[in-house]
Nanobody
Framework: QVQLVESGGGLVEPGGSLRLSCVAS????????MRWYRQAPGKEREFVAD????????DYGESVKGRFTIFRDNAKNTVYLQMNSLRSDDTAVYYC????????WGQGTQVTVSS
């Protein structure tokens, strides 16, 4: 079955950086668009970024444009989210997502931005 496993979250100070990873299995990774979402406590899940199958086309949520970069390595079945200039309002659980007939989600990885 399809599995998405995120990693790379943690505690970082404001202005710092983190790189999240999501490894996919059980699907043809190079054929699916990959997405990152996040959910902060008490808030709805929010779109962060997505990337096309070949990696050439990306899109970002307004709140992360210019600070976050999504990229993928199809040889490793992995999508990444490079997060720079982190702010306290980036604190959330970050989820990897794809759609292949059904909607698939990872278990999430916690990112906490705090001094």
């Amino acid at each position: 079955q399809v599995q998405l496993v995120e990693s790379g979250g943690g505690l970082v100070e404001p202005g710092g950086s983190l790189r999240l990873s999501c490894v996919a299995s059980g699907l043809t990774f190079s054929s699916v668009t990959m997405r990152w979402y996040r959910q902060a406590p008490g808030k709805e899940r929010e779109f962060v970024a997505d990337i096309s199958t070949g990696g050439r086309v990306t899109d970002y949520g307004e709140s992360v444009k210019g600070r976050f970069t999504i990229f993928r390595d199809n040889a490793k079945n992995t999508v990444y989210l490079q997060m720079n200039s982190l702010r306290s309002d980036d604190t959330a659980v970050y989820y990897c997502n794809t759609r292949s007939g059904l909607d698939y989600w990872g278990q999430g990885t916690q990112v906490t931005v705090s001094s």
